[in-house]
Nanobody, 124 residues
C-alpha cells in the first residue's frame, strides 16, 4: 500500500514562504495533490498535478502556490505570500479524479490514499 509522508511545515510570518514535500508517490497512475484543513473548518483542496505536469489550483491560492513533481515522484508545494488564513494542516493525497482533490470537503473515502499531514502556521 502506498504511504505518503509530508514534511516542510512550520511557522512563518505573514508574507513569508514555505515549501512542503511529499514522498511515497507513484507516478503515472494517479493525480497527486494537496488539501488542507484548519481547526473547525472543512477540508479544502489546494492544488493538483497530473502525470504530464499539468496543474490546477484553488482560487484562494492561485498565483501564490506552485505544485510540482520530480522524477522520483516527490510532490512539492511551494507557498509564497503566505497569509494567516493559510494556517492549516496540509495533507498530500492521491486520487483517480482531480476534482475530488480540489473540492471543498475533500471526500477522503474517494481518495486512493493521503498522508498524516504537516502543520503550517502563518503569524500575522
Amino acid at each position: 500500500q502506498v504511504q505518503l509522508v509530508e514534511s516542510g511545515g512550520g511557522s512563518v510570518q505573514s508574507g513569508g514562504a514555505l515549501r512542503l514535500s511529499c514522498v511515497g508517490g507513484v507516478g503515472g497512475v494517479w493525480y497527486m495533490g494537496w488539501f488542507r484543513q484548519a481547526p473547525g473548518k472543512e477540508r479544502e483542496g489546494v492544488a493538483v498535478i497530473d502525470s504530464n505536469g499539468s496543474t490546477m489550483y484553488a482560487d484562494s491560492v492561485k498565483g501564490r502556490f506552485t505544485i510540482s513533481q520530480d522524477r522520483d515522484h516527490t510532490v512539492y508545494l511551494r507557498m509564497d505570500s503566505l497569509k494567516p488564513e493559510d494556517t492549516a494542516m496540509y495533507h498530500c493525497a492521491a486520487s483517480i479524479r482531480p476534482d475530488w482533490l480540489l473540492s471543498r470537503g475533500v471526500p477522503l473515502n474517494r481518495l486512493v490514499t493521503w498522508g498524516q499531514g504537516t502543520q503550517v502556521t502563518v503569524i500575522s
